[in-house]
Each structure stands twice: as structure tokens, then as C-alpha cells.
């Protein structure tokens, strides 16, 4: 069964840290390109953070910039994504995405979802 399951989220003060997961099972993740996006109450969904490298080198959101850092390792099939010094501003419901598009004879796109992590930064 393909699947992406985060988890990692939480309730946490204003200037702490978390870091999520992201672990695929039933397909490996090391050519798809991941993204994590949020989606606080009332909002639409936005990205956060994406990396397509084997490297993990990745590209944020101006909002998180400097202060969220996303990584992965293959080898276990997972996606991290580290948040430090949390705002309130931050609190949503964050979920990972994986995407790759491929071309045997017509072109495919695999797209999956995760079902979500809540994370609330509350004092």
C-alpha cells in the first residue's frame, strides 16, 4: 500500500522547535521531489519547503526562511522537517507531499499525500 505518514507535530511555546517526519512506505522517495505544506484554520494550503536533490538542499518559504530546515534520508525512506524558533504565526496542520512524473511510452504523475501533523505554537 503507498503511503506517506508524517508525525513529529505538537504543542509547543513560542521559540521552540520541532521536527517532523515523513516516511513513505509501498515506493521509495529517492526520485520524487517533496514538499511540505500547511494549512492553518481558515487558510488555504501553502508551501513551505521543497527539495528535489538526493542532497537535500532545499527552497522556503519566505515565512520560514532561515528558521525551518527540510532534509531526507533515503536510506530510510524519510523527510524531515526541522522548525526552530516556532511563531504562533506558525500553527497549522502540515503535511508532506511527494510527486514525480515519468515518461514509459505516456507521460505518468504519481502524487502523494499524507494525512497530516498538527502543530500549535501557544503560550
Known amino acids: 500500500q503507498v503511503q506517506l505518514a508524517e508525525s513529529g507535530g505538537g504543542l509547543v511555546q513560542p521559540g521552540g522547535s520541532l521536527r517532523l517526519s515523513c516516511v513513505a512506505s509501498?515506493?521509495?522517495?529517492?526520485?520524487?521531489?517533496i514538499a511540505w505544506f500547511r494549512q492553518a484554520p481558515g487558510k488555504e494550503r501553502e508551501g513551505v519547503s521543497c527539495?528535489?536533490?538526493?542532497?537535500?538542499?532545499?527552497v522556503y518559504a519566505d515565512s520560514v526562511k532561515g528558521r525551518f530546515t527540510i532534509s531526507r534520508d533515503n536510506a530510510k525512506n524519510t523527510v524531515y522537517l526541522q522548525m526552530n524558533n516556532l511563531k504562533v504565526e506558525d500553527t497549522a496542520v502540515y503535511y508532506c507531499?511527494?510527486?514525480?512524473?515519468?515518461?514509459?511510452?505516456?507521460?505518468?504523475?504519481?502524487?502523494?499525500w499524507g494525512q497530516g501533523t498538527q502543530v500549535t505554537v501557544s503560550s
Open positions: 527539495t528535489t536533490g538526493s542532497d537535500g538542499s532545499g
Open positions: 509501498g515506493f521509495t522517495l529517492d526520485y520524487y521531489a
Open positions: 507531499n511527494a510527486k514525480r512524473t515519468v515518461f514509459d511510452g505516456a507521460w505518468k504523475t504519481f502524487d502523494y
